[in-house]
């Protein structure tokens, strides 16, 4: 297999065997390629076979950076989809080697008497489209249906009241055989020519049970009165309509312009799927994930997700079909939940893709926890740290500050080799004043195992203290505090040489770097900073906003927000001129202030 990017060999391991449509990015993020399968899994696998011979795929498979893709319900729909995202993306490999035509539709003619017929040219003279349609032979076997069942008119006259009117027309060989009944001649009614077109209209819409419903009765009748052939006739039309007219989900001629958007949560993440779509047909797809923090509820995401991904997709459509109601108040668009219907089949739709995104996400998580993680790694742990227990359950710390402010520490745990992301916890340091790595891990090691016991819960099988030898021994000081020392295996993991300590110990334990009992250390110890970091980034965030003069009594967050944007600094405020200061906040404030940084 050619050289690729971890993240691309992991995704291209986990693709369902669903129909669907690809995408390929380079390093830029930009779409190289679109492609449709049948079966996902297989089409994408053979792109990355060690002996390609055929350069143009070589060029487009060194270029590859990440793939993405989306299911859908029939490699019809894979076509359509397809089509629609070559055409709004133009992708750079798919210009080289596909042919960008346009797809036909059928179009009911806006004149007297319509004509029906295959076109590829969509005009706005009031006709009426129905399409496109990817497989010709599908398009022409159901124009070739309709004019089994309708007498339609195929000339291209001018049936004007005033032409007809004239008498200057004849009949042709279509009325001869049966084909039309002469609306040239005064002999088939405007009025009903119209309700055939209407019919016809419901078949090309995919409402094709009232006209089932009335071809079963012709059928019945036929039978009874012997005219075997026409009733045969009749259930052979019957099984091309089941056959070619089932509706496709991404081509919908009831759902010109709406976006549609759903999701599924899962702990602290939140999967979802954005589709746009335009003239009936998804131009767009989009899925992905966001971490939600703790104090986000889905209409607060969704209050600053959806208006950036009607902004990158250029979306301006009035509706947003979404499962359940949302209450955040948008001017420009509302939001809708279908029940039934079109709509509803594109939710359905977008609701799969979300699945099969987070059935991937987590193959590939689990693909990892069988690279570094499971029995076997919990195996080799033990041996290789000479454990006396199988280390089932496993805790890894981590602290994380800048320049000594917002001190956070971090707590993961891992059972059975896996993450158990519910147990996992943040520690907001309290006792610790200034960057003091030693005694934050000491404090925290306390409060974690102190708590855990006074509400009678197991303790751990392995402590992992990231930081090595001095973290170590101020984490050890708090579990002999606490009188567990002999109930708890504590290793520190120093990060220059992924070395471990044991306490008391000069000499380190090293790990087979291959060892799956070393990758899971690495890995426990890779999300608790990941952890860690996280929390400590929103701590920071929110503490940024606070201040000195946020600490005033009497100064309000709107009186010290006006000085700041005037003034920049509080240094620059405690130089500026009293009176100066008295005609922004006035004269009471001012006092207040000037009172405040005297006593300092």
């Given at each position: 297999?050619t050289?690729?990017s971890e993240?691309?060999?992991e995704?291209i391991?986990?693709l369902?065997?669903?129909s669907?449509?690809y995408?390929f990015f380079?390093k830029q993020?930009e779409?190289?390629?679109v492609?449709?399968?049948k079966n996902?899994?297989k089409r994408?696998?053979s792109?990355f076979?060690?002996?390609?011979s055929?350069?143009?795929?070589r060029a487009?498979?060194?270029?590859?950076?990440?793939?993405?893709?989306?299911?859908?319900?029939?490699?019809l729909?894979?076509?359509l989809l397809e089509n629609?995202l070559?055409k709004?993306y133009?992708?750079r490999?798919?210009?080289?080697?596909?042919d960008?035509?346009t797809?036909?539709?059928?179009?009911?003619?806006?004149?007297?008497?319509?004509?029906?017929f295959?076109?590829?040219r969509?005009i706005k003279d009031?006709s009426?489209?129905?399409?496109?349609y990817p497989n010709?032979r599908?398009?022409h076997t159901?124009?070739?249906?309709?004019?089994?069942?309708?007498?339609?008119?195929?000339?291209?006259?001018?049936?004007?009241?005033?032409?007809?009117q004239?008498?200057?027309?004849k009949v042709?060989l279509?009325?001869h055989i049966?084909k039309c009944k002469?609306p040239?001649?005064?002999q088939h009614s405007?009025?009903s020519?119209?309700?055939?077109?209407?019919?016809?209209?419901l078949l090309l819409?995919?409402?094709t049970h009232a006209l089932?419903m009335d071809?079963?009765?012709q059928?019945?009748e036929?039978?009874?009165?012997y005219a075997?052939?026409e009733?045969h006739?009749?259930?052979?039309?019957?099984?091309?309509?089941?056959k070619?007219q089932?509706k496709?989900?991404?081509?919908?001629?009831?759902?010109?312009e709406?976006?549609?958007l759903?999701f599924e949560?899962?702990?602290?993440l939140l999967?979802?799927?954005y589709?746009v779509?335009r003239?009936?047909a998804?131009?767009h797809?989009?899925?992905s994930?966001?971490e939600l923090k703790?104090s986000?509820n889905?209409?607060?995401?969704?209050?600053?997700v959806l208006?950036?991904?009607?902004?990158?997709f250029?979306s301006?459509s009035k509706?947003v079909l979404?499962?359940?109601k949302m209450d955040?108040?948008?001017?420009?668009f509302?939001?809708h939940c279908p029940?039934?219907g079109?709509?509803?089949?594109?939710?359905?739709l977008?609701e799969?893709?979300v699945k099969?995104?987070?059935?991937q996400?987590?193959k590939?998580e689990?693909?990892?926890?069988?690279?570094h993680g499971g029995l076997d790694?919990?195996?080799?742990?033990?041996?290789?740290?000479?454990?006396?227990?199988?280390?089932?359950?496993i805790?890894?710390f981590?602290?994380s500050?800048l320049?000594?402010t917002n001190?956070?520490?971090?707590?993961?745990v891992?059972?059975?080799?896996?993450p158990?992301k519910s147990?996992?916890r943040h520690?907001?340091?309290?006792?610790?004043?200034?960057?003091?790595?030693f005694?934050?891990?000491?404090?925290?090691?306390?409060?974690r195992?102190?708590?855990?016991?006074?509400e009678e819960?197991a303790?751990?099988?392995?402590?992992i203290?990231?930081?090595g030898?001095?973290?170590?021994s101020a984490?050890?000081e708090s579990?002999?505090?606490?009188?567990?020392?002999?109930?708890v295996?504590v290793?520190?993991?120093?990060?220059?040489?992924e070395e471990?300590?044991?306490?008391?110990?000069?000499k380190?334990?090293?790990l087979?770097?291959?060892s799956?009992?070393l990758?899971l250390?690495q890995?426990?110890r890779?999300e608790a900073?990941?952890?860690?970091?996280?929390?400590?980034r929103?701590k920071?965030s929110?503490n940024?906003f606070?201040?000195e003069?946020?600490e005033?009594k009497?100064?309000?967050e709107?009186?010290?927000?006006?000085l700041l944007?005037?003034?920049?600094?509080?240094?620059n405020i405690k130089?500026?001129?009293?009176?100066?200061?008295a005609?922004k906040?006035?004269q009471?404030?001012?006092?207040?202030?000037?009172?405040y940084?005297e006593?300092?």
């Amino acid at each position: 297999m050619t050289s690729h990017s971890e993240l691309v060999l992991e995704k291209i391991k986990v693709l369902p065997s669903d129909s669907g449509v690809y995408q390929f990015f380079n390093k830029q993020g930009e779409i190289i390629y679109v492609g449709k399968a049948k079966n996902l899994s297989k089409r994408v696998h053979s792109y990355f076979k060690a002996n390609i011979s055929d350069g143009k795929t070589r060029a487009l498979v060194k270029n590859i950076a990440d793939v993405k893709f989306t299911v859908v319900g029939s490699e019809l729909d894979a076509l359509l989809l397809e089509n629609n995202l070559i055409k709004s993306y133009r992708p750079r490999y798919n210009v080289l080697l596909k042919d960008d035509k346009t797809y036909p539709w059928i179009v009911v003619k806006n004149e007297p008497f319509p004509r029906i017929f295959s076109t590829r040219r969509k005009i706005k003279d009031g006709s009426r489209y129905f399409g496109p349609y990817p497989n010709g032979r599908v398009m022409h076997t159901l124009l070739q249906l309709i004019r089994e069942l309708f007498t339609l008119r195929t000339c291209q006259l001018d049936l004007s009241p005033a032409k007809i009117q004239q008498e200057k027309y004849k009949v042709c060989l279509e009325y001869h055989i049966g084909k039309c009944k002469a609306p040239c001649i005064g002999q088939h009614s405007q009025e009903s020519y119209q309700r055939m077109i209407e019919s016809i209209e419901l078949l090309l819409h995919g409402k094709t049970h009232a006209l089932s419903m009335d071809l079963k009765k012709q059928m019945q009748e036929f039978s009874e009165n012997y005219a075997f052939e026409e009733a045969h006739k009749i259930k052979e039309i019957l099984g091309q309509i089941e056959k070619y007219q089932s509706k496709s989900m991404i081509v919908s001629p009831t759902v010109q312009e709406v976006d549609v958007l759903t999701f599924e949560t899962d702990e602290d993440l939140l999967y979802f799927n954005y589709l746009v779509v335009r003239e009936g047909a998804i131009v767009h797809t989009y899925t992905s994930h966001l971490e939600l923090k703790l104090s986000e509820n889905k209409t607060h995401v969704f209050s600053y997700v959806l208006p950036q991904l009607r902004s990158n997709f250029e979306s301006s459509s009035k509706e947003v079909l979404v499962t359940e109601k949302m209450d955040a108040l948008f001017p420009e668009f509302h939001f809708h939940c279908p029940q039934i219907g079109d709509k509803k089949r594109l939710i359905d739709l977008s609701e799969n893709n979300v699945k099969h995104y987070r059935l991937q996400l987590k193959k590939r998580e689990m693909n990892k926890v069988s690279e570094h993680g499971g029995l076997d790694a919990l195996i080799e742990l033990q041996q290789g740290l000479n454990l006396g227990v199988l280390p089932n359950h496993i805790e890894c710390f981590d602290n994380s500050n800048l320049q000594g402010t917002n001190a956070v520490s971090s707590c993961v745990v891992f059972k059975n080799g896996v993450p158990s992301k519910s147990d996992y916890r943040h520690f907001n340091v309290k006792t610790v004043v200034g960057p003091d790595d030693f005694s934050t891990m000491k404090e925290v090691v306390f409060r974690r195992y102190h708590r855990l016991i006074s509400e009678e819960q197991a303790l751990p099988d392995l402590i992992i203290i990231d930081g090595g030898k001095g973290q170590l021994s101020a984490a050890m000081e708090s579990i002999e505090e606490l009188g567990i020392s002999d109930r708890v295996q504590v290793f520190g993991l120093a990060k220059r040489m992924e070395e471990l300590f044991r306490p008391n110990h000069s000499k380190p334990i090293l790990l087979d770097r291959r060892s799956k009992g070393l990758k899971l250390v690495q890995h426990m110890r890779d999300e608790a900073h990941r952890f860690g970091i996280t929390h400590h980034r929103n701590k920071r965030s929110k503490n940024s906003f606070n201040t000195e003069l946020s600490e005033i009594k009497g100064i309000g967050e709107k009186t010290w927000t006006s000085l700041l944007k005037e003034f920049k600094t509080i240094e620059n405020i405690k130089d500026a001129n009293r009176e100066e200061i008295a005609k922004k906040i006035g004269q009471a404030k001012m006092r207040i202030l000037f009172d405040y940084f005297e006593s300092k």
